[in-house]
Every structure is written in structure tokens, then in C-alpha cells.
């Protein structure tokens, strides 16, 4: 197993090198560039030329991808271009920790309500539960972000004010910690947002569930089991509900990829000091390393959840074998 680890991490970074070139190519010939446009401004050239020269974006494009990465393997993700105040590696230790807490939370709610509805469908199936949480699974699923945040603002923060409907994340102080704090404040911010989050993920996981639960409990070793007289929940929780995971952890390592780095609406939509919302406004304001660096990082999450999803297949099925 150690060795597949290796050979995977080996084999990603040529893939890294790639996604590298690719993203810093494709930032560069976006229209338009950080110093053409201040507020509403088009800003003098002299200056331009000077800040241009300052952060060697007047060099070839090979002479500014070496360099990038030459910062990168010390470190250093690059300066901002708009706000000299602060570089990529301060806005990633101020957003990346708000995405994880809120990728991490929506992962729970997804798993802690997917799966059980999944095992409940499968186990009642042709049922009027069946029905009813297939029908939930279904509408969740349609039910995009882009809708369901905007109504759970409107009813919960707009009408009943119960909850907070913007502005997680926006204490730079907070954003140091990666583990959710356990204050009032905290889960009144995020409650929203999660609840967004997750009611998709968990629809999805739902019916995964179902489906592996139900092709895995017409296999022979199942009704093997039944036949040795062991009683249904041991069936369940120990033969059948192990093998059945195996289409939901195939869907883990992009899915927990996309939720540690933010979802791009839900961070729009509730205003959060997150990765996602910092991705949209970079490529608006041309910030060439930050778009890159982003990117990057979400790469690496991406490959690296796909190893865990390796690693979980040998666990969960006992027939796989990667030495």
C-alpha cells in the first residue's frame, strides 16, 4: 500500500506541472491585465509600465512561469497585484480555513443524513418510505445552490430572523483556526450555508447508497449469511452495508475536493470570506498568481482525495489488493 502511495504522489507531479503550465498560460491570455483598469480609471501608462516591471510581467512567459515556480517550491504562492498590502499566501491562510470548516461541516450533514436514508430506502424497497426518500434524493439533487440558498436566506434570515445570511469568515482572526469553534456566532453563520451545502451532497450520497445497498443484498454471500441464521441487522451492518460503499467512496475524493475549496456559489451567495468567493473576484481583477495558486492548491486536493479513495477500496472490499 505505501508504495502505491508513492507511485501515485510520483506520477501527480508531472500531472501538477501541468495543470501549472496550463492555468498560468490560460490567466495570461485573459483580455485585459491588473494595472489596465484602477476603480474606474484607466491608469496612466508610465505607472502601468513601472508596476508591470516591478512584478516581472513585462519578462517573456517563460521567464515568468520559472520564476513562479521557483517561489512556489520555497513556498512563496506570489504577491497581489491589486493589493500590495497583502500576498496569495495571506489570503489562503485567511480563506482556506472558512472553506474547510464549511466543506467539512456540509460532508457531515451529507453523510450524516445520506446515508441512513439510503439504508432505510433500500431495505423498504418498493415501499411508500422508498418512494418518499427517493423523491427527496431526487429533489435535492435538482434543486441547485443557486436557488436553495436565496430561499433559506428569504425565509430564515428575511421573515423568521433566526439566522445570519452573510459576512462567515469576515474576522481575519477567526479564519486562523480549522477546526469549527463551539460558539453561538460560529454555527449561527454557518448553519445556512451548510445546510445549502449538504442537502445536495447528502442526496447524492443517498442514492449511491440505495442502489449498491440493493445490488449488493442479492449476492450470494448475503443470502449465505441469512441461511447460517444470523439476524438481518448483523446482515446488513457487517456483510452487505461494507461492499455497498464502494460507489459512494468512488465519489469522495473529487466531491471532498470540491467542497474543501468552497463551493463557488454558496460562497457567493452567503458572502463568505471563503476560497471560492476569492477565486471569482482574482479572475475579474486579473490577479494572475492568486487564479494559479488556487488552482494548484485545488489539484492537489483533488489528487490527493483520489489516493484516499484508492486506500478506502482496499479496505472496504478485502479482495483488493495494490502490493
Do not use: C
Amino acid at each position: 500500500m505505501i508504495k502505491f502511495v508513492l507511485r501515485r504522489i510520483l506520477v501527480a507531479i508531472p500531472v501538477m506541472f501541468a495543470i501549472a503550465l496550463a492555468t498560468f498560460l490560460m490567466v495570461q491570455a485573459l483580455p485585459g491585465g491588473p494595472f489596465d483598469v484602477v476603480g474606474f480609471r484607466a491608469m496612466p501608462e508610465p505607472i502601468r509600465e513601472i508596476l508591470e516591471e516591478r512584478y516581472g510581467l513585462n519578462e517573456p512567459l517563460y521567464v515568468q512561469f520559472f520564476s513562479y515556480l521557483g517561489n512556489l517550491l520555497q513556498g512563496n504562492l506570489g504577491p497581489m497585484l491589486r493589493d500590495q498590502s497583502q500576498n496569495v499566501n495571506d489570503i489562503v491562510g485567511q480563506t482556506f480555513p472558512v472553506s474547510i470548516q464549511l466543506g467539512i461541516l456540509s460532508l457531515i450533514l451529507g453523510l450524516v443524513i445520506g446515508v441512513p436514508a439510503g439504508i432505510i430506502a433500500a431495505l423498504r424497497h418498493n415501499s411508500a418510505i422508498d418512494a418518499t426518500a427517493t423523491f427527496v434524493a431526487v429533489l435535492g439533487v435538482s434543486v441547485p445552490n443557486l436557488v436553495l440558498g436565496p430561499v433559506l436566506i428569504l425565509i430564515f434570515g428575511v421573515y423568521l430572523d433566526w439566522f445570519p445570511v452573510a459576512f462567515w469568515g469576515a474576522d481575519p482572526p477567526f479564519t486562523l483556526y480549522f477546526l469549527p469553534p463551539l460558539t453561538i456566532d460560529f454555527w449561527t453563520h454557518a448553519a445556512l450555508p451548510v445546510f445549502a451545502l449538504g442537502t445536495g451532497i447528502s442526496a447524492g450520497i443517498s442514492r449511491l447508497t440505495r442502489a449498491g445497498l440493493l445490488e449488493v443484498m442479492s449476492e450470494d454471500y448475503i443470502r449465505t449469511a441469512r441461511a447460517k441464521g444470523l439476524r438481518e441487522r448483523a446482515v446488513v451492518l457487517i456483510h452487505a452495508l461494507k461492499n455497498s460503499m464502494i460507489p459512494v467512496a468512488t465519489v469522495m475524493g473529487p466531491l471532498l475536493a470540491g467542497i474543501l475549496t468552497g463551493s463557488l456559489v454558496v460562497e457567493q451567495i452567503f458572502a463568505i470570506n471563503g476560497m471560492g468567493r476569492k477565486f471569482i473576484s482574482s479572475i475579474g481583477s486579473r490577479e494572475y498568481f492568486l487564479i494559479t495558486s488556487l488552482t494548484l492548491i485545488y489539484s492537489v486536493l483533488l489528487i490527493g482525495g483520489n489516493i484516499m479513495v484508492d486506500v478506502m477500496y482496499a479496505w472496504l472490499d478485502p479482495r483488493i489488493r495494490y502490493d
